[in-house]
């Protein structure tokens, strides 16, 4: 298994400014990813975050946007840049594990409101 | 329309089942979860299934798939307010490491 803390765990802030998510995994796992959940949605996979090398990005989400770094394998960050209203969401880090039914935990969030 | 359908509200008294279902379209699909999600929390795994099994029982959840309908379930015995929260189905084809969910399905038990 696989425990994931992240900070903070939700913020307020102002458009137009930036606001870093740290996620931390007690264990090293080789496959780190975000997510982000907003009201009444889906999951949407943001992007996987590759150590040592520049973040894998899905349809929809530039590195501009939403930098990622991993610089090793327990820990990755997350930043929302230039901050609108329609960032409000929830962000979620998430790792898999190679069990036998392939889990992906999941970190608690950050509840981030853009006023 | 989306891989992953499911009912967006549920309301069951306490002590009544809970059947939440769930739809996917890939006919790939290997693996079969259902998460849940307490108010400000993460997703928690609860349990899965895998795309050869067609029930799976642990204590008071039971899953059931229909494979020829893709159609997935998780019934809850004996409901408790504790079991009140967001439950999420989501479905990974083998070889990859990243599973698609669905909307999810708020559980609201009531007294």
């Known amino acids: 298994s696989a425990v994931i803390s992240q900070k903070p765990s939700r913020d307020i802030c102002q458009r137009g400014t930036s606001l870093t998510i740290q996620c931390q995994v007690d264990s090293q796992v080789t496959m780190m990813f975000w997510y982000r959940q907003q009201p009444g949605q889906s999951l949407t996979l943001i992007a996987t975050a590759n150590q040592g090398s520049e973040a894998t990005y899905e349809s929809g989400f530039v590195i501009d946007k939403f930098p990622i770094s991993r610089p090793n394998l327990t820990f990755s960050t997350l930043t929302v840049s230039n901050m609108s209203p329609e960032d409000s969401s929830i962000y979620l880090c998430s790792v898999h594990t190679e069990s036998s039914y392939n889990e992906q935990f999941f970190g608690p969030g950050t509840r981030l409101t853009v006023l | 329309g989306e891989d992953v359908e499911q009912s967006l509200f549920l309301s069951v008294r306490e002590g009544d089942s809970s059947v939440i279902n769930c739809t996917y379209t890939d006919s790939s699909s290997t693996y079969l979860y259902w998460y849940k999600q307490e108010p400000g929390a993460g997703l928690q795994l609860l349990t899965y299934i895998f795309s050869n099994m067609d029930m799976k029982q642990d204590q008071r959840l039971t899953v059931l798939l229909n494979k020829k309908d893709k159609h997935l379930s998780l019934r809850i015995a004996d409901t408790q307010t504790g079991d009140s929260a967001i439950y999420f189905c989501?479905?990974?084809?083998?070889?990859?490491?990243?599973?698609?969910f669905g909307r999810g399905t708020s559980l609201i038990v009531h007294p």
């Open positions: 989501a479905e990974k084809k083998g070889g990859s490491y990243i599973p698609t």
